[in-house]
Nanobody, 128 residues
Framework: QLHLVESGGGLVQPGGSLRLSCEASGSTLDNYNIAWFRQAPGKEREGVSCIAISASTTYPGDSVKGRFTISRDNAKNTVYLQMNTLKPEDTAVYYC?????????????????????WGQGTQVTVSS
């Protein structure tokens, strides 16, 4: 059973940076597509990036493009989300999620229904 634990959240000023980590146990992440989602109070959970087994990445529209970077270190069984130039609207609980696809070439996805393994989340607050 795959177990995911996020870390690295916290309080940061606008324009600052954070790096979130998603560490896995119980299985090796190199067999999984991984995504980062976030959920702000009163809003739906939204995908901010995903990375496939092939290491190809997907980002949503303009909300995080050029500011967030997802990466994976299979040797450490960890996926990262580097967040730069943070804005107050980035404030949310950030979750990582994993899905073992039937085909290793399957692309990742930014919809919550695709994933069946979730971490508990880490709070990111961007405020001065």
């Amino acid at each position: 059973q795959l177990h995911l634990v996020e870390s690295g959240g916290g309080l940061v000023q606008p324009g600052g940076s954070l790096r979130l980590s998603c560490e896995a146990s119980g299985s090796t992440l190199d067999n999984y597509n991984i995504a980062w989602f976030r959920q702000a109070p009163g809003k739906e959970r939204e995908g901010v990036s995903c990375i496939a087994i092939s290491a190809s990445t997907t980002y949503p529209g303009d909300s995080v493009k050029g500011r967030f970077t997802i990466s994976r270190d299979n040797a450490k069984n960890t996926v990262y989300l580097q967040m730069n130039t943070l804005k107050p609207e980035d404030t949310a609980v950030y979750y990582c999620a994993a899905k073992r696809p039937l085909l290793v070439v399957a692309p990742c996805a930014l919809r919550t229904t695709y994933y069946d393994n979730w971490g508990q989340g880490t709070q990111v607050t961007v405020s001065s």
